[in-house]
């Protein structure tokens, strides 16, 4: 008690049965299969065809917008086609490259070669990160050099790394910080540099020591930056709250940390920037937890992107009657349907359960138990009442909705867990992802509705 925190969040039991083990490794697999969805935003588009060869970190998509990313060939070898498959955040079809691997796994021309970055300008430090195709590798997945280029008139004071990891299960971050605690900070360097900020945080739950120490020493007698002890409490590392908690601003409703002067970054995406600049390797592996009470031998790898996941369960010793598989911890991550898919970079964790949780849902009581554990200071109870009423076609609903916050809501699940008529899954977390999928969809329409008819006035003007 004392640490520094934010009003509300949960106490699940933390279950890492993983803290303790070190990473490993993983061999490349005998074939991967790279999605081409690996961020928040577009998908990126596929620039290698069947019987190209390919090397590690070489370009095999190009980003399709602002909001992409690159994405590269995690190793050497032959382009065997370019499939559709599942993806695990949307459960959408997507493109992926296939790729046989050589046994070589050789670098591509210009990649794994030391650099010195310490008089590179910020726009070209952001360049070099945009071509490694880093996205936030805490699950969010956004294009990191587009977090790293702020409005003009959004000046960026400090930058936060976020090691809070406070999903239970997961210790990918937690490794990382005791084994690469020197990338890290590497990677904060950076982040500084090219956004100018003056300032930098390292925030870590206080359920890490060893992570603490390591950090700790790994930034000491670097000017402005500090790091700061956070309690142990669920969402602690959801970007707003960690912001909120780490220098008291709170982003505005619709808006962005870069509003309040802001920038926060996963620890597993500050080692990706550290990788990218001074030793130019492009994001083509990371570390993945993987564990639950279906896992005999759980633990943290580092593997591949495109690496097949079952893969990872035969490795951590997964039996095949296990019912419930998740990609991410249990309050935020995605239950999945099918075996078929593959390490993306925003794949945190991989949970495998005997039993999946059924609960027999009532109606709401009115107790007020999530509105005083809501990380947003929101009502999700009437939310989802409204959202009930939505999906029964009041389309008023989704406006009353956002007039009470809803775009606010971070789908962190406290609300669920602390429910005691159990109206988890269907009632509140789905009805409120529902939700906010319709109105930012209505809030499309309308914006594309009003460049119509500009064009249309514009147009009558000039006739």
Request: charged residues 30%; negative net charge.
């Given at each position: 008690m004392g640490r520094a925190t934010f009003r509300g969040g949960i106490h699940p039991p933390t279950n890492k049965w993983t803290a303790d083990a070190a990473i490993e490794t993983l061999p490349v697999a005998d074939r991967l299969v790279v999605p081409m969805a690996q961020n928040l935003g577009a998908p990126s588009r596929p620039t290698v065809a069947k019987g190209d060869k390919v090397k590690r970190g070489g370009v095999i998509g190009r980003p399709d917008g602002l909001i992409s990313a690159y994405v590269h060939a995690p190793t050497s070898g032959a382009v065997t086609g370019i499939e559709r498959i599942v993806d695990a955040s949307?459960?959408?079809?997507?493109?992926?490259?296939?790729?046989?691997?050589?046994?070589?796994?050789?670098?591509?021309?210009?990649?794994?070669?030391?650099?010195?970055?310490?008089?590179?300008?910020?726009?070209?430090?952001?360049?070099?990160?945009a071509e490694a195709g880093i996205v936030g590798m805490g699950g969010a997945t956004f294009p990191t050099h587009v977090k790293l280029t702020p409005p003009a008139d959004k000046p960026i004071d400090t930058v936060l790394v976020n090691g809070?990891?406070?999903?239970?299960?997961?210790?990918?971050d937690h490794r990382l910080m005791v084994?690469?605690?020197?990338?890290?900070?590497?990677?904060?360097?950076?982040?500084?540099?090219?956004?100018?900020?003056?300032?930098?945080?390292?925030?870590?739950?206080?359920?890490?020591?060893?992570?603490?120490?390591?950090?700790?020493?790994?930034?000491?007698?670097?000017?402005?930056?500090?790091?700061?002890?956070?309690?142990?409490?669920?969402?602690?590392?959801?970007?707003?709250?960690?912001?909120l908690t780490c220098l008291g601003r709170e982003v505005p409703t619709g808006g962005l940390p870069s509003d309040i002067g802001a920038l926060a970054q996963n620890v597993g995406t500050a080692a990706a920037i550290a990788d990218a600049v001074t030793?130019?390797?492009?994001?083509?592996?990371?570390?993945?937890?993987?564990?639950?009470?279906?896992?005999?031998?759980?633990?943290?790898?580092?593997?591949?992107?495109?690496?097949?996941?079952?893969?990872?369960?035969?490795?951590?010793?997964?039996?095949?009657?296990?019912?419930?598989?998740?990609?991410g911890g249990p309050m935020m991550g995605k239950d999945q349907f099918t075996l078929d898919l593959y390490v993306k970079k925003g794949t945190s964790g991989v949970l495998v359960f005997r039993r999946a949780a059924v609960y027999e849902h009532g109606p709401c009581i009115r107790c007020g138990a999530c509105v005083r554990h809501c990380p947003?200071?929101?009502?999700?109870?009437?939310?989802?009442?409204?959202?009930?009423?939505?999906?029964?076609?009041?389309?008023?609903?989704?406006?009353?909705?956002?007039?009470l916050g809803l775009m606010d809501c971070i789908l962190c699940g406290a609300c669920a867990y602390v429910c005691p008529a159990r109206r988890q899954i269907i009632h509140l977390v789905e009805t409120l992802r529902a939700e906010r999928r319709k109105a930012l969809q209505r809030q499309r329409e309308k914006e594309q509705a009003q460049v119509a008819q500009l064009k249309r006035e514009v147009e009558k003007v000039g006739g």
């Open positions: 949307t459960g959408r079809m997507f493109d992926a490259v296939a790729i046989e691997p050589d046994g070589e796994d050789a670098w591509a021309d210009g990649c794994n070669q030391r650099r010195e970055w310490t008089g590179l300008s910020a726009e070209t430090l952001r360049k070099t990160v809070a990891e406070c999903e239970p299960y997961l210790t990918c084994e690469q605690a020197a990338d890290i900070a590497m990677g904060l360097r950076i982040c500084l540099a090219a956004t100018g900020a003056q300032r930098g945080i390292v925030a870590v739950e206080a359920n890490k020591p060893d992570a603490i120490q390591a950090m700790r020493k790994a930034i000491e007698g670097l000017e402005g930056c500090s790091l700061e002890v956070l309690e142990t409490k669920y969402p602690q590392g959801a970007e707003k709250q960690l912001i030793k130019g390797r492009p994001l083509t592996e990371r570390v993945v937890t993987v564990s639950g009470d279906a896992a005999g031998r759980p633990g943290n790898f580092r593997v591949r992107i495109g690496t097949p996941i079952r893969r990872l369960l035969d490795r951590a010793e997964v039996k095949d009657d296990f019912e419930e598989l998740l990609f947003s200071y929101l009502n999700p109870s009437r939310l989802s009442i409204l959202g009930e009423s939505f999906l029964d076609g009041n389309l008023a609903a989704i406006d009353d909705s956002l007039a």
